[in-house]
């Protein structure tokens, strides 16, 4: 979606994921821990794969995985038709919004796509979806350095949100190098924002814990290095890594 803060997004797009291999990615997962969430959420847009997504959450949710819709959440930065088909494909599973910013023209700068996205439009889709699920929406914001994490925002976005069912997650940017010009938002800045949510506008909000910096593996860090000649992994003549079977060698067990 050419979010302007995310590493990951500089990649560009490729393709787009076949339901079948959405649900292989948890049957991989299942095999080293038991999987009780799942959030369709990161590289690329899950409403832009709308018909795919779907048909994976009806997979996991039905007889093989037996996952409760309430432990799947679908990430979007707001694609206003999709959103309202969700609220009947999908009434039970949660919805999280990239929102970012409480103004339309920044919300343009940090995401670019969002011009196709009028906020007002965007909340009136919200505001649609809540009356139809009965379901909180989780609101992902994140916190940039002098663009959005001011005290005049964090009224904005209170305003913007006190007559809804929300639960705000302030993330941390995570530094990206040259690929961008933000800076990640002072820790008194965020603290300020969290508390004027809570205390002024009763929103529940969250800070989301930082890991994987080290690693450059974090929120928005994780971008394929082309210049990298080694493979992480011995690759077979199958293109798969070694040691990986595919989703149709396992057997998938439920009593």
Avoid: W
């Amino acid at each position: 979606m050419g979010c302007t803060f995310c590493a990951t997004g500089s990649m560009g797009f490729k393709s787009n994921l076949s339901a079948g291999e959405i649900v292989e990615q948890l049957v991989h997962a299942t095999r080293l821990s038991q999987i009780r969430n799942v959030v369709f959420m990161g590289m690329g847009e899950p409403l832009n794969n709308y018909k795919s997504v779907v048909e994976a959450v009806r997979s996991m949710t039905g007889h093989c995985f037996q996952l409760a819709p309430r432990h799947i959440t679908i990430s979007t930065v707001g694609v206003i038709h999709c959103i309202n088909k969700l609220k009947y494909d999908l009434p039970n599973v949660n919805l999280a919004v990239s929102l970012h910013a409480p103004l339309q023209e920044v919300r343009c700068q940090i995401i670019p796509a969002a011009r196709a996205f009028p906020l007002g439009k965007l909340m009136d889709a919200l505001r649609a979806y809540q009356e139809h699920s009965k379901r909180k929406i989780f609101i992902e914001y994140i916190m940039l350095d002098g663009i959005n994490d001011q005290e005049q925002q964090a009224h904005l976005l209170g305003k913007l949100l006190e007559e809804y069912d929300v639960v705000v997650n302030l993330i941390p940017f995570n530094p990206i190098g040259s690929i961008s010009k933000y800076r990640t938002s002072k820790k008194e800045n965020v603290e300020l924002f969290q508390k004027i949510l809570r205390g002024v506008y009763n929103i529940r909000t969250t800070v989301r814990q930082e890991m994987g910096q080290d690693i450059s593996g974090a929120c928005g860090q994780l971008v394929v290095n082309l210049s990298d000649k080694k493979l992480p992994v011995k690759m077979e003549y199958t293109g798969k890594p070694e040691g990986i079977p595919d989703i149709e060698d396992l057997s998938i067990l439920r009593s």
